[in-house]
């Protein structure tokens, strides 16, 4: 599994990004996409998870009613739209992808991870 992550970029503090994650095959195996974030000095944190298969969603409680994850499963395609954008929202995204093992929360439950595309939010 190959992961494609893209959308990154320099907004201003309460704009809006949108970011994508491609799948390089299907998800008929898989359970789960999701968004983990690091930013410089900071561990790695769960941003935002969505079942494939009824589409059911995680947030962490820093981004709930700012971000949106959805997936179009016809292209193995993750979004996360994220709006209300804020300076701590500033770090390095990676979208990963899990099976049917482990919590949605913990980046441990993730064995397929993309390369990270960096965001930038300026106040």
């Known amino acids: 599994v190959q992961l494609q992550a893209s959308g990154g970029g320099l907004v201003q503090a309460g704009g809006s990004l949108r970011l994508s994650c491609a799948a390089s095959?299907?998800?008929?195996?898989?359970?789960?996409m999701a968004w983990f974030r690091q930013a410089p000095g900071k561990e790695r944190e769960f941003v935002a998870a969505?079942?494939?298969?009824?589409?059911?969603?995680y947030y962490a409680d820093s981004v709930k009613g700012r971000f949106t994850i959805s997936r179009d499963n016809a292209k193995n395609t993750v979004y996360l739209q994220m709006n209300s954008l804020k300076p701590e929202d500033a770090a390095v995204y990676y979208c990963?992808?899990?099976?049917?093992?482990?919590?949605?929360?913990?980046?441990?439950?993730?064995?397929?991870w993309g390369q990270g595309t960096q965001v930038t939010v300026s106040s």
């Open positions: 095959s299907g998800t008929f195996s898989m359970d789960a």
């Open positions: 990963a992808e899990k099976n049917y093992i482990g919590g949605y929360y913990s980046g441990d439950s993730y064995p397929y």
């Open positions: 969505i079942t494939w298969s009824g589409g059911t969603t």
